[in-house]
Every structure is written in structure tokens, then in C-alpha cells.
């Protein structure tokens, strides 16, 4: 998993509440990047941020938000409005090249396991 | 757009056999190609890419992967397959003409090694 750590591990959440899960990484890798993993579906992009203090929403970041004020963490809020928030929350970051090469390999935590009742 | 399929849900195979995983892809311009790995409740660890280059890649634990244009997909083989490699696999694409880092994932193959 790198040197990228993920806490908790297991969260639990009742409907209606808000929660941030924390991600940070010790790589010095300048993009960061929200994963939603799902049984049978694969990894959907939530948000990511190629620098600090700049985000981009990826396919799925209705009812999620993000803040990037620090190279070393991206945390990622689950909010109320999130329909299904119940899901396997993958952290990962990356090199980014200085001319534009995007040809580098993410790295990935180890996971957040979110069950909302 | 970018997109990438894995056909199958679950591979099987004897221990001792040749593993294959299949995905196939579609981008625009230059197909960046990577697979990872997942074991239960873990993140995903990187295998090998496809950049430019020779069309096969070696990888990490022995495994290598075959990029083929025509054909549009990059198979993931690894000649005598271990207990231990059963696990989640996933294909990736970007499209290499296209700003940023984004990856688009494949929906898994599991693949399960019997002894």
C-alpha cells in the first residue's frame, strides 16, 4: 500500500450525518485522487486534485465533497445527500509530469470500509 | 471518451497453469494501459503498464501483459500460476491525449487458483 494511510480503517455512520475520511500520503506525488469501490463495479472517480488547492469532480461526486490545502492530504466528506454512501472508499495518488506526461502509475491506500444505516 | 471491459466476472485455474486475464479498451488517441491487483479488503497494488514500446510489458510476481492494437486489448498472462495469485485483477486506460491523470477502471476479474 505504499506511503499512503487511510483512517479507519471501518467506519460506521448513521443516515443523515455527515462523515470525512482522511487520506494522506508521504510520496510527494503532487495528484491525489477519491475512489468509490463497489461489488461487481469496478472503481469509480469521485474527485481528484492535481495540485494544491484545485479539485476536479470525477463521474460520480454527487453528495461528496473535497478540500486539498495541504500536498500530503486530500480528505473526502460524505455528506447527507449522498443517496448510498454504503461502499469501499479508495485513496490514491500519483506523480505528475513537468511537461504534461501523465503516463505514471497511481498508488492506492488501503481502504476505507463505510456502512451508513 | 475512454473505456475498458474485462469480459470475464472469474478465471479459474489449476496451480502450475498459464493464467490469463482479458481486457480490451477504446480511447481516442494513445491508450496508456495498467493493471493492478487487489487482495481482500486492501487497496490496489500496481502490476505493469503499457506506455509506448515494445508490445510486451513485464510486470511485478512474474506477470507480463501483451498490448495489441488491432485488437485493441492487453491481455494479462503469467506462465505457471501460484495458490497466491488468486485475487481481484483490474485493467486501466487513459487516454493519452487527454489533460490530466484519469484512470478508467475495468469492473474486475477474480481469479481463483486451485491447488
Known amino acids: 500500500d505504499g506511503g499512503i494511510t487511510q483512517s479507519p480503517k471501518y467506519l460506521f455512520r448513521k443516515e443523515g450525518q455527515n462523515v470525512t475520511l482522511s487520506c494522506e500520503q508521504n510520496l510527494n506525488h503532487d495528484a491525489m485522487y477519491w475512489y468509490r469501490q463497489d461489488p461487481g463495479q469496478g472503481l469509480r472517480l469521485i474527485y481528484y486534485s492535481q495540485i494544491v488547492n484545485d479539485f476536479q469532480k470525477g463521474d460520480i461526486a454527487e453528495g461528496y465533497s473535497v478540500s486539498r490545502e495541504k500536498k500530503e492530504s486530500f480528505p473526502l466528506t460524505v455528506t447527507s445527500a449522498q443517496k448510498n454512501p454504503t461502499a469501499f472508499y479508495l485513496c490514491a495518488s500519483s506523480r505528475t509530469g513537468t511537461s504534461g506526461r501523465a503516463d505514471y502509475e497511481q498508488y492506492f491506500g488501503p481502504g476505507t470500509r463505510l456502512t451508513v444505516t | 471518451a475512454q473505456s475498458v471491459a474485462q469480459p470475464e466476472d472469474q478465471v479459474n485455474v489449476a496451480e502450475g497453469n498459464p493464467l490469463t486475464v482479458k481486457c480490451t479498451y477504446s480511447?481516442?488517441?494513445?491508450?496508456?494501459l495498467f493493471w493492478y491487483v487487489q487482495y481482500p479488503n486492501r487497496g490496489l497494488q500496481f502490476l505493469l503498464k503499457?506506455?509506448?514500446?515494445?508490445?510486451l510489458v513485464k510486470g511485478s510476481y512474474g506477470f507480463e501483459a501483451e498490448f495489441n492494437k488491432s485488437q485493441t486489448s492487453f491481455h494479462l498472462k503469467k506462465p505457471s500460476a501460484l495458490v497466491s495469485d488468486s485475487a481481484l485483477y483490474f485493467c486501466?486506460?487513459?487516454?493519452?491525449?487527454?489533460?490530466?491523470?484519469?484512470?478508467?477502471f475495468g469492473g474486475g476479474t477474480r481469479v481463483l487458483v486451485k491447488p
Open positions: 480511447v481516442s488517441g494513445n491508450p496508456y
Open positions: 503499457y506506455i509506448t514500446g515494445d508490445n
Open positions: 486501466a486506460v487513459r487516454d493519452g491525449q487527454a489533460a490530466g491523470n484519469k484512470l478508467t
